[in-house]
């Protein structure tokens, strides 16, 4: 069985990586100034700045992710959460808007609201999002329903491989996520696995942006579509950066599902 402890011990270890690499280029941009020609100072400058930046906050968080593997003793609990969505709209949009890239809602196609994730970030991580380098940093959100109420805590971690966590408002964990890649292929394969049972998955290829999301029994539920603006609300999602869900499946609608979609969305859009 899957252990809690060592899957974080390895994300830390990943991020301090990373981060290290990060922070080394950032140096070799910014030390890089003082040899080479005048022209070449605001690019130095910015890739030095943002590297330093990235890398530092990669530094930090991978540092408090292997001192909080060795604290965390409780393994992956079952998920009790009956909670669903009723019903659901056939075509809903899930993204964040240019304005605030902090908060992801998913959307019906006349703007309501029906679940959101929100963040609370580090002035570090503001600075670096403003860089377009926030995608490779960790993230803790909060996941709330469509009635304002805390369904679960989701902790995205960072570096250029990617794994997500699930936890109950209790802080206890419930789920993890695993991609792969088919080398035969070149399909990418995601998958939302609770203890070592993988509940969601969602395959399809990179190049066109185009998922099937299925339950574990390989019933399909939504097909998703990056970046695709639907024509019926261009207007209204056109600056959203996201993806269009296409439910097959309407009623009931599992949280962990949601939660899994909006994973797959703080993924920097697949």
Known sequence: MTNVKSLIRQDGRRQVITGGLLLAGGLFFLLSILAWQFESFPLSLLYGSVFTFSG??????????????????????????????????????????TKNVFQATLYDMDGKEYA???????????LTFLAYYGFILSADYQMYNQHGDSVYRIEKKGGFSWRGYIQLPNGHYVAYTKDSKDKTTGK?????????????????????????????????????????????????????SGYLIEWKRRDEIPQSLLAFLFLLQSRHNL
Request: glycine residues 4%.
């Open 188 to 240: 990418s394969l995601f998958r939302y696995v609770e203890k070592d049972y993988c509940r969601w998955s969602a395959e399809g290829d990179p190049q066109i942006g185009h998922y099937k999301v299925k339950d574990h029994e390989g019933n399909i539920w939504a097909v998703i579509k990056q970046n695709a603006i639907p024509i019926e609300a261009a207007e209204r999602f056109e600056r959203i």
């Open 116 to 126: 959101y994730i929100k963040e609370k970030p580090s002035f570090l991580h503001k």
């Open 56 to 97: 530092f906050a990669l530094l930090k968080t991978g540092l408090r992710d292997i001192e909080k593997a060795k604290q965390t003793e409780n393994d992956f609990t079952e998920d009790l959460t009956v909670e669903t969505v009723e019903k659901l709209p056939a075509r809903m949009y899930m993204g964040h808007s």
